[in-house]
């Protein structure tokens, strides 16, 4: 008989919810800000420029709507720890999308507004029971949100990379929620108990194969903050940079993340 899977982390609909709500709030006032100029701005994500950038974060929310508009499958098959995985391999397809979306929308901030307007709309016309098609399979639609907190976490951090004097708040339910959900990814990408991750205040998981440590501090430790960890899971902070410049602390043989990251690029 194959080994029982790990209990999926539970999350507060609610409290999601509101911090895709407002988190997606934070990035579309930065847009009504961005001249010209600062949309043609070069960011970390190949040749996407910032009014790329923001097209695809519009992109992200508006695959809420677009799902529930498709019919709903028959019983959930994926689970929240399966989409970061998953989603790299959608990355060559999402990069032509935002191009298109962003010759099509020439006033981001107009364009946020308009998803923004929908996905309320649908948030509060269907339940967090509602099952929506996903990459990762049939997840409910409240699981589903919560995978739009790290497409807003990541991509607000890539946005405030891109243009100088910008800094665009994180939502602190959307920024723990989206630590937590990667953090799950790495332990099911490698599942074990000889390596316990800490990211405080929001996440501990235990991962790597090994020996299992059943009390007092384990032998492999990695800590670090949630933005480096976030930064180091999404592949736009290499592990050996990360541990040059003590944004990631780690003691024990099997301490050494870098086999297992980035969990998605």
């Not at 507060?12 to 709030?25: E, N, W």
């Not at 009014?51 to 098959?77: K, N, T, Y």
């Not at 996905?119 to 509060?124: H, K, S």
């Not at 990695?222 to 180091?232: A, H, M, N």
Request: glycine share 6%.
């Amino acid at each position: 008989m194959p080994p029982a899977r790990k209990r999926t982390r539970s999350y507060d609909p609610a409290k999601i919810r509101a911090a895709v709500l407002a988190q997606f709030g934070n990035v579309r006032s930065a847009a009504a800000g961005l001249t010209p100029d600062r949309l043609a701005l070069p960011t970390r994500l190949g040749d996407w420029t910032v009014r790329e950038l923001l097209a695809h974060i519009g992109a992200g929310l508006e695959a809420v709507s677009r799902l529930i508009a498709l019919p709903e499958p028959a019983a959930q098959d994926g689970t929240l720890p399966d989409w970061p995985l998953a989603i790299a391999a959608d990355a060559p397809g999402i990069a032509a999308h935002a191009r298109e979306l962003a010759e099509h929308h020439p006033d981001p901030a107009a364009h946020l507004a308009a998803v923004e307007e929908r996905l309320t709309a649908d948030l509060a016309a269907h339940p967090g029971t509602r099952l929506l098609p996903t990459s990762a399979g049939a997840l409910p639609l409240a699981d589903y949100l919560v995978t739009r907190t790290v497409e807003l976490v990541v991509h607000t951090d890539d946005l405030n990379a891109a243009v100088p004097g910008l800094d665009v708040p994180q939502d602190r339910q959307a920024l723990a929620a989206c630590t937590r959900l990667l953090a799950d990814a790495l332990a099911a990408k490698a599942p074990g108990g000889s390596t316990e991750v800490r990211v405080p205040p929001y996440a501990v998981v235990q991962c790597v194969a090994g020996p299992r440590h059943t009390r007092g501090t384990p032998p492999n430790v990695v800590e670090t903050d949630p933005l480096t960890w976030i930064r180091l899971a999404t592949g736009r902070r290499s592990w050996s940079d990360a541990l040059r410049d003590a944004e990631v602390t780690a003691g024990g043989e099997r301490a050494d993340l870098s086999p297992y990251l980035p969990l998605m690029a």
